[in-house]
């Protein structure tokens, strides 16, 4: 075999590879609308995917399949205009009364008010961990990535590739770190009109519903099996300085609320997992 031959067929093998790794998403293969009937729907052949919420019901789907660690990619167009009252729930989940969570929501806003992206880590059904920013852009307007990155380290929330959060593993103090639950992806929307704006002074107005939020291009990354990630980017523990850079800035100018931060509600000190290095 030549050397032409023998390169085409470790540029096949490893193209393949790649493919097996990165799994775009089609709507139909990957996900079960749950709930909503029909305000829930599949469209341009299943490249896009659309919840609505009306007075009556909010809407819902979960995967198929379940993940263990790995990286999740999902672009969402939120509800646009006035959306107060509202929030879009786009997270993972394990099972059962000890499960794990990872979660993003989206708590609307009147228009022209900014969206606030609330954040939350629960293990082995305890969350309490609550971070809450508001975003750099409208993300009404275009669709935006919104990622996590989850493996046995860390857990990484990521905002077009930004970084905003990483819950780290603090085993090594007591805290539980989600590594053994499988979980489904799941997103919602629906009225919570009782908290979601302004902690809840603004109500749903229903002379605007239906409200319609939007996905598309969604991909799961197995990270143990990518041949770009090589063991040591799968075994780090770090930020690049870049990412540290723009995590700083997320949270030093987007960040509005930290639980790690609250010593009004954690009077005998904060939680363990708050005391380490944040990146
Ligand atoms: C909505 O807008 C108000 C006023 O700008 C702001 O205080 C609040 O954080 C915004 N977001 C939500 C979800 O309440
Ligand atoms: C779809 O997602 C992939 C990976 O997450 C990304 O590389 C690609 O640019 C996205 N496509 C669009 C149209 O945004």
Partial sequence: MGFSNGFSMIVLVSLALSSL??????????????WGGNRAKVFEQGQLLSLSLD???????????????????????????????????????????THDEIDFEFLGNITGE?????????????????????????????????????KPQHIIFLVDNTPIRVFKNAESVGVPFPK???????SSLWNADDWATRGGLIKTDW???????????????????????????????ELDGPSRRRLRWVQKYFMIYNYCSDLKRFPQGVPPECRQSRF
């Fill in 114 to 150: 900014p969206y606030i992206l609330h954040t939350n880590v629960f293990t082995q059904g305890k969350g309490n961990r609550e971070q809450q920013f508001y975003l750099w852009f409208d993300p009404t307007r275009n669709f935006h990535t919104y990622s996590i990155i989850w």
């Fill in 207 to 237: 002379s605007k519903a239906p409200f319609t939020a939007y996905y598309r291009n969604f991909s799961y990354k197995d990270l143990r099996a990518t041949t770009s990630f090589s063991d040591s980017a799968w075994q780090t523990t």
């Fill in 21 to 34: 790794a990165m799994v775009y998403g089609n709507f139909n293969q990957d996900f079960d609308i749950t």
């Fill in 55 to 97: 007075r009556v019901s909010g809407s819902g789907f979960e995967s198929k399949k379940e993940y263990l660690f790995g990286r999740i990619d999902m672009q969402l167009k939120l509800v646009a205009g006035n959306s107060a009252g509202t929030v879009t729930a786009y997270y993972l989940s394990s099972q059962g009364p």
């Fill in 180 to 186: 053994s639950q499988p979980m489904k992806i799941y």
